[in-house]
């Protein structure tokens, strides 16, 4: 039993904003539906964490839903009743993002299906993993041209903030490869749209936040899939030989893949490792392999391999095994990634650097920064710097587990980070924990955030959808305050 004794509830009175009993007079009746909306305990605390572990908003009622018509219903239903609600996609979010305080949490997860695979595309539904989308295309001998280093995310949830991989520095983000979408919109209407169809709906989806409708399914780009992956990790001491190497590496332009990872290597010292890939189909070869050898990029250490293209893609799978077995993984992350440009890159990463200590990244924590081409992001909201050339930056924090504090201190030097970047004419990746004012997002958002304030008020009316951002577009009475 949970809220006012109910576990499934069956009317809400908007008044006393309470679950009722379906004979109250002012009560609003729960749809009917084919999966359930829940509000026992252990459901309502499972909506109030994610990968985070810092934020917990405790919701009215999970909807574990049967189908899309229980999504488009309960998020009318959610609309005449003012109850706020945000889609859960795998939870990867790490500060609550895709959490609702008293509003309804959609469980997306309950719709998976990946279906009709074809030469040049395939749909998912959103609340499939990356990697259900990988396992399905790749048995036609396709692939998406972007996966993000973990593929335990969601279709729904990258798509909601952009989708950033080792390729985007020739792919763009994921949300550059959708060409069609079904969204929930915040009457409960559901919607396809794509650049033909329904465009102001699809330009405010893709990387929208959530702001003006929930994705049920996406209809996605595939490219031919090598079955082979040469891999190189090139080690370098120093930041500016690192940056060099990277950008020489997406200039020659025959490299797949490009990322670098930096790595505490000592107090005050930093290791630096690129990872570049080629892939290829036996049996030809990789192209320039034998040309390509560590000592043309100034290396200090190298190492190549052959692996398969979905050993590759699952390259993480081992480092998140090993990080639950020793319980790190469900440790609080304080995660910030921002994009940054060129030509500020070095002198603030070395600034930063020089300030971090291995304790302020945590234990499994971890820096990336990589290349991406910004003339190839082509997403209407899809927010980055005024420069050709950018670099993703990361600071993956892990914090401790037996003090409270650690996670928020983390979280404070996030913001002073974050600070510095768009200080810079850097932009946030909006998946990050930091706390961020209405104000904030209007700044983030720049030129497009009057489009993304008038698509609010057409698609989401009542200001019910995603209030986990915090960021205010609404101007209608209904619109959930920030939680901050
Ligand atoms: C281990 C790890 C590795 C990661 N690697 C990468 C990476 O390589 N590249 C990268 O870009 N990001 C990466 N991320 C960040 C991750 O992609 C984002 O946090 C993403 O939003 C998480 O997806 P999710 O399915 O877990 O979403 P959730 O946390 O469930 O939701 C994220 C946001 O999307 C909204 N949302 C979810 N589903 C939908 C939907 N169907 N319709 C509309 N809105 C929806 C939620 O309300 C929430 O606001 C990584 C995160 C982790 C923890």
Same mark, same amino acid.
């Given at each position: 039993?949970?809220?006012?004794?109910?576990?499934?509830?069956?009317?809400?009175?908007?008044?006393?904003?309470?679950?009722?009993?379906?004979?109250? *007079?002012?009560?609003?009746?729960? *749809?009917?539906?084919?999966?359930?909306?829940?509000?026992?305990?252990?459901?309502?605390?499972?909506?109030?964490?994610?990968?985070?572990?810092?934020?917990?908003?405790?919701?009215?009622?999970?909807?574990?839903?049967?189908?899309?018509?229980?999504?488009?219903?309960?998020?009318?239903?959610?609309?005449?009743?003012?109850?706020?609600?945000?889609?859960?996609?795998?939870?990867?979010?790490?500060?609550?993002?895709?959490?609702?305080?008293?509003?309804?949490?959609?469980?997306?997860?309950?719709?998976?299906?990946?279906?009709?695979?074809?030469?040049?595309?395939?749909?998912?539904?959103?609340?499939?993993?990356?990697?259900?989308?990988?396992?399905?295309?790749?048995?036609?001998?396709?692939?998406?041209?972007?996966?993000?280093?973990?593929?335990?995310?969601?279709?729904?949830?990258?798509?909601?903030?952009?989708?950033?991989?080792?390729?985007?520095?020739?792919?763009?983000?994921?949300?550059?490869?959708?060409?069609?979408?079904?969204?929930?919109?915040?009457?409960?209407?559901?919607?396809?749209?794509?650049?033909?169809?329904?465009?102001?709906?699809?330009?405010?989806?893709?990387?929208?936040?959530?702001?003006?409708?929930?994705?049920?399914?996406?209809?996605?780009?595939?490219?031919?899939?090598?079955?082979?992956?040469?891999?190189?990790?090139?080690?370098?001491?120093?930041?500016?030989?690192?940056?060099?190497?990277?950008?020489?590496?997406?200039?020659?332009?025959?490299?797949?893949?490009?990322?670098?990872?930096?790595?505490?290597?000592?107090?005050?010292?930093?290791?630096?490792?690129?990872?570049?890939?080629?892939?290829?189909?036996?049996?030809?070869?990789?192209?320039?392999?034998?040309?390509?050898?560590?000592?043309?990029?100034?290396?200090?250490?190298?190492?190549?391999?052959?692996?398969?293209?979905?050993?590759?893609?699952?390259?993480?799978?081992?480092?998140?095994?090993?990080?639950?077995?020793?319980?790190?993984?469900?440790?609080?992350?304080?995660?910030?990634?921002?994009?940054?440009?060129?030509?500020?890159?070095?002198?603030?990463?070395?600034?930063?650097?020089?300030?971090?200590?291995?304790?302020?990244?945590?234990?499994?924590?971890?820096?990336?920064?990589?290349?991406?081409?910004?003339?190839?992001?082509?997403?209407?909201?899809?927010?980055?710097?005024?420069?050709?050339?950018?670099?993703?930056?990361?600071?993956?924090?892990?914090?401790?587990?037996?003090?409270?504090?650690?996670?928020?201190?983390?979280?404070?030097?996030?913001?002073?980070?974050?600070?510095?970047?768009?200080?810079?004419?850097?932009?946030?990746?909006?998946?990050?924990?930091?706390?961020?004012?209405?104000?904030?997002?209007?700044?983030?958002?720049?030129?497009?955030?009057?489009?993304?304030?008038?698509?609010?008020?057409?698609?989401?009316?009542?200001?019910?959808?995603?209030?986990?951002?915090?960021?205010?577009?609404?101007?209608?009475?209904?619109?959930?305050?920030?939680?901050?």
């Amino acid at each position: 039993m949970s809220q006012q004794g109910f576990s499934w509830p069956v009317a809400f009175d908007p008044v006393t904003r309470t679950w009722v009993g379906r004979d109250s *007079p002012a009560a609003v009746l729960v *749809p009917e539906l084919a999966g359930q909306l829940v509000c026992d305990e252990s459901s309502l605390r499972w909506a109030a964490e994610d990968f985070g572990h810092a934020v917990h908003r405790r919701p009215r009622a999970v909807l574990r839903p049967g189908g899309v018509a229980d999504v488009a219903a309960i998020v009318e239903f959610a609309g005449k009743t003012g109850l706020s609600v945000a889609a859960r996609g795998s939870g990867h979010s790490t500060y609550g993002q895709a959490q609702t305080n008293g509003g309804i949490v959609i469980d997306m997860a309950k719709l998976n299906l990946v279906s009709d695979v074809r030469a040049d595309r395939v749909t998912a539904q959103a609340g499939a993993r990356w990697s259900d989308v990988l396992d399905a295309t790749l048995a036609a001998g396709r692939t998406p041209a972007v996966l993000t280093d973990y593929l335990g995310t969601s279709v729904g949830g990258t798509l909601s903030v952009g989708g950033a991989g080792g390729t985007s520095h020739q792919h763009g983000f994921q949300v550059d490869s959708v060409e069609e979408l079904s969204v929930v919109t915040g009457t409960g209407r559901l919607v396809t749209c794509s650049l033909r169809q329904n465009r102001r709906l699809f330009d405010a989806t893709r990387a929208g936040l959530g702001q003006c409708g929930i994705i049920v399914s996406a209809t996605l780009r595939v490219i031919p899939a090598a079955s082979r992956v040469r891999r190189y990790r090139l080690q370098y001491r120093d930041l500016t030989t690192f940056l060099a190497a990277q950008h020489h590496l997406i200039n020659h332009g025959k490299f797949d893949f490009v990322q670098g990872q930096i790595f505490p290597a000592a107090p005050g010292v930093w290791q630096y490792l690129l990872e570049a890939a080629l892939y290829y189909m036996p049996p030809g070869t990789p192209v320039d392999a034998t040309r390509i050898d560590g000592q043309d990029y100034g290396t200090i250490a190298d190492e190549i391999d052959d692996i398969s293209y979905r050993d590759f893609a699952h390259r993480m799978a081992p480092g998140e095994a090993a990080l639950r077995d020793s319980g790190e993984w469900s440790y609080p992350h304080a995660w910030l990634t921002v994009v940054l440009p060129s030509a500020a890159t070095a002198s603030l990463v070395g600034e930063i650097l020089a300030r971090l200590t291995a304790a302020e990244l945590g234990q499994s924590g971890l820096v990336l920064l990589y290349p991406i081409r910004t003339d190839r992001l082509h997403t209407l909201l899809t927010r980055s710097p005024d420069s050709k050339l950018a670099w993703l930056f990361a600071l993956l924090r892990t914090a401790s587990v037996d003090n409270p504090a650690d996670v928020a201190a983390m979280i404070e030097a996030n913001r002073v980070v974050h600070d510095r970047a768009v200080a810079c004419g850097g932009v946030t990746y909006p998946i990050n924990s930091v706390p961020m004012s209405a104000a904030d997002w209007r700044i983030h958002f720049g030129p497009r955030w009057r489009q993304l304030q008038a698509a609010k008020e057409e698609f989401d009316p009542h200001g019910i959808l995603t209030p986990g951002y915090g960021i205010g577009t609404h101007s209608a009475p209904h619109c959930p305050k920030p939680i901050g």
